[in-house]
């Protein structure tokens, strides 16, 4: 394909780059090697030229699959399942990074099962969450002092009523809790919860989004970590209802 005379739609060229960034985010909690890094670029690569590919018989909306400020969620646009563009096996690439990396749900799945039911949470979110957050390590500490699988500051795991935040049952009981509230203030609106739960509520209030909609339109104002933690997640919530 000639691409001095075909047009590339400015959002698939966004798309791409947000693509590329969670190439890199995902190195930040699964501790990979330079060698798993040259995969990621190999990957990368397969999936840019799938989608130029796709494009000699697409319009350019048909890459995005959506275009931007429409309202949904966050990190939807772009995941596998909403890239139209893509190929089959370029959509199986990207799926397969979340696969490889992993650790260890099969050992929490009782725990996160019981605490999804008593809390109206999917697994696949609360799984996804755990992913993002401690990549399945009970034991994990941030730089900041949250603790735990899912990481719970230790003033929030008081309230929450838990007291150990190393104890798995413990952790996915009062993480499980704290995001099943957010979901509730924010009138079930997922992305929005899962900001809060990376950002704080009361950075959300001060900015005014109370749902999906609102946080599609301000986004750009949070965080740069909070914009791409709600991407991840969102897109291992995928991977675990594959």
């Known amino acids: 394909m000639n691409l001095s005379t075909k047009a590339i739609d ?28 040259q995969s990621d670029n190999t990957d990368f690569a397969s999936i840019l030229n799938g989608m130029l590919a796709g494009m000699d018989s697409a319009s350019p909306q048909s890459a995005g699959g959506m275009t931007a ?10 995941g596998p399942a909403m890239l139209s563009g893509l190929s089959t096996a370029s959509a199986g690439a990207l799926t397969k990074k979340f696969a490889s990396a992993t650790a260890k749900p099969s ?5 996160i099962q019981e605490a999804s039911r008593r809390f109206g949470v999917e697994p696949s979110v609360v799984k996804a969450v755990i992913h993002a957050e ?7 500490v941030s730089g900041a002092g949250a603790k735990g699988l899912m990481q719970l500051m230790d003033a929030t795991g008081q309230g929450l009523g838990v007291d150990n935040p190393f104890d798995p049952a413990q952790n996915i009981h009062g993480g499980t809790r704290y995001l099943s509230n957010l979901i509730s203030k924010y009138g079930g609106s997922l992305g929005t919860a899962l900001a809060a739960y990376n950002a704080g509520p009361t950075r959300l209030d001060r900015l005014g989004i109370r749902n999906d909609q609102d946080l599609a339109e301000k986004l750009h104002l949070l965080p740069n970590e909070t914009q791409q933690y709600v991407r991840k997640v969102l897109a291992l919530k995928e991977h675990y209802e594959a």
């Open 107 to 111: 050992a929490y799945e009782p725990l």
């Open 134 to 140: 401690s990549s399945f390590n009970a034991n994990a």
């Open 69 to 78: 400020g429409a309202g949904l969620v966050p990190g939807q646009a772009w």
């Open 10 to 37: 400015p959002y698939t060229i966004k798309e791409l780059l947000q693509l590329q960034v969670m190439n890199q985010l995902s190195l930040l909690t699964s501790g990979r090697n330079s060698v798993t890094e």
